[in-house]
Each structure stands twice: as structure tokens, then as C-alpha cells.
DNA sequence: TATGCATATGCGATTTTTCATATATAATGA
DNA sequence: TCATTATATATGAAAAATCGCATATGCATA
């Protein structure tokens, strides 16, 4: 993974929320993301591909949804970085983990906690 | 350092690289750094002004010459950030190393080496 | 004055982001 | 089975942000 490849995904809004909740709640699907960010789901749902075709993320497929979550190959240290980030900055999505854990009828599933 | 504004800052090539070598090297002119990333002196300054206003650096003028370091009030993890990426990335910067390093007629300061 | 350096700025070009909309797939219920 | 609903994905185009180049200015010094 390329330093500059990598600080670009996190360069965004939309992409750094995203890969920070996911950080912390392990697996999120695009209308869970949509719900805590409170953006559109298009607009959510172009920046999640995104990460992906950096290799940062991976989808599974589950019934009707599509979770995300950090790829296992992404190098070590982007992993460190995100949780370091999360452990200095964990305000940055307080308002958004609000929402997620707010919001009803979320898809069950294996859930990986923080 | 809202961490958004921070990742924009590390998210061009230029600014990165600048960033890399400064943590490498403690203290850099403009000068030096437009020789070793091979880049227009007008581009270098441009960025380094970006990321001094960002409050990531600060400059010193010492006879014809500024120099730009990491800002000391920076917060910890931001910095640790910088150290974890040479660390695991250090091959990024090589190049750029090796072209300062062969610069002649580099100004004269009180170094600090990394 | 002339030189060497940093800084500032106007502008065009490129890239990125956003929005609107269309398509595809899966689940649900009649 | 078929229609409906809810979800993700794809795409074209507009809008915004960013970048790079050329050039000008300011300052210090020889």
C-alpha cells in the first residue's frame, strides 16, 4: 500500500468516517453508513467502492446486504494508523456512532465489537 | 488538528513527501527540499505555505534562507503518525534522500539527524 | 545594481466530488 | 409465480476543489 495511495482514501469526509466506524464496529453495511453519516446512499455507496478497488476494504454479501469491513491483506501499520487516529480523535465520529446506534431495524448478523 | 484536515494535508505528493523528509531530517530549507523531490521551487514553496498555514509546520529565517520543521504544537499522535509511516515506508522517500544528500552547497545550520 | 531566494497571484487545466437517474439483485408477500 | 419493496451498483454530467505554470513582487546580500 502506498503511503500517498492510502492518505488520499483518507482525504474525504465521507471515505475517513467510514473507515473509522468500520474501525470500530468491525463490519457496517452501506445503509448503516448511510444512516450514520446522514448523506445519500449513492454518495455513500461510490466512496465504499472506492476503498474497495484500493484493496482498503472488502465486501460480503449477505442476503440483501453488503457489509464492509478493513481487508486482513492491508499492511500493518494503515491498520495502526486508523486505530491511532480513533484513539486520539474518537470525538470525530461521536455523532455518527449516536446515529448508528440509534437507528432501528439494523441487519443482524456475527457482530465484531470494539 | 481535526484529522480530516490533516489527512488532506498528507494527501498530495509534494506535501507528503516534504513531510517525510522534514520528520526524516528535523529542519529543511526550500531550497533543499525543491532538490530533492526534483519539483519547481514556486510548487515546493506553495505547498509548504499550505501546510504552515495548516499549522503542521513552522519556518524559520535564518539569513537567505527558511527552514521549515514540524510545528511543536502539533498534537502527539499526528506526529507519531509521520514517524509510524517512515518507519514501515521508508524506501518511499529513498530517492529523495539520496538527492539531498548529494546536493552541494547545502545551507549550514545546527542539524538535527533522525 | 544585480543576484538569489521566498512569496504571492492570476488563470487555465485537471481531478475530484456530487447529484440525478437508471439498472440489477434479493427478499417479501399476495 | 409475480409484483413490490429495499438494497447496491453504474453512469453521465455538472459543480467544486485542487493543482501547476508563468510571472511578478519583496527582501536580503554581495
Known amino acids: ?3 500517498l495511495i492510502f ?3 483518507l482525504a474525504d469526509e465521507t471515505r475517513l468516517r467510514s473507515l473509522l466506524l468500520i474501525t470500530c464496529e468491525g463490519e457496517l453495511c452501506v445503509c ?3 444512516e450514520a453519516l446522514g448523506e445519500s446512499q449513492p454518495k455513500v455507496s461510490r466512496h465504499l467502492a472506492q476503498l474497495r478497488s484500493c484493496g482498503l476494504l472488502e ?3 449477505q442476503g440483501q446486504w453488503v457489509f464492509y469491513r478493513l481487508a ?3 499492511p500493518d501499520w494503515t491498520k495502526k494508523v486508523l486505530q491511532r487516529t480513533l484513539d486520539a480523535e474518537r470525538t470525530f465520529i461521536d ?3 449516536r446515529k448508528l446506534h ?3 431495524d439494523r441487519p ?3 457482530r465484531i465489537c470494539c
Do not use: F, I, Q, W
Open 1 to 3: 500500500m502506498n503511503p
Open 7 to 9: 492518505y488520499k482514501c
Open 32 to 34: 448503516e453508513l448511510t
Open 59 to 61: 465486501d460480503r454479501r
Open 72 to 74: 486482513p491483506s492491508v
Open 95 to 97: 455523532e455518527n456512532l
Open 102 to 104: 440509534r437507528m432501528g
Open 108 to 110: 443482524e448478523r456475527a
